[in-house]
């Protein structure tokens, strides 16, 4: 059973930082790509990273130079850094695969960043 469980999040003024923290069950955790998603009230989920299995990564242009996504593959978990947090990154951010599955969404966290 695939499991996805994601903490790390919280309220932070604009321009503060957080580290999210996806941990990974039921999956090869080495050999699959995982992306970071973010769904804000009232909009839909969108992407926000990804990370292939040797590293290499992508970002939503929105994020791009402000978030740095990381595995650590010992631990089976992936991180999203984010600094420089402005009020329209709020939202409940998810870890899934990229491509995502449905089935696999976790329950998320919630970044409030205030103004």
Avoid: H
């Avoid at 040797?54 to 978990?77: E, H």
């Avoid at 402005?86 to 995502?100: Q, W």
Wanted: hydrophobic share 30%; glycine share 10%.
């Amino acid at each position: 059973q695939v499991q996805f469980v994601e903490s790390g999040g919280g309220l932070v003024q604009a321009g503060g930082s957080l580290r999210l923290s996806c941990t990974a069950s039921g999956v090869t955790f080495s050999t699959n790509v995982f992306g970071w998603y973010r769904q804000a009230p009232g909009k839909e989920r969108e992407f926000v990273a990804l990370i292939r299995r040797l590293g290499s990564t992508d970002y939503a242009d929105s994020v791009k130079g402000r978030f740095t996504i990381s595995r650590d593959n010992a631990k089976n978990t992936v991180y999203l850094q984010m600094n420089s947090l402005k009020p329209e990154d709020t939202a409940v951010y998810y870890c899934n695969l990229y491509p995502y599955f449905n089935n696999y969404w976790g329950q998320g966290t919630q970044v409030t960043v205030s103004s």
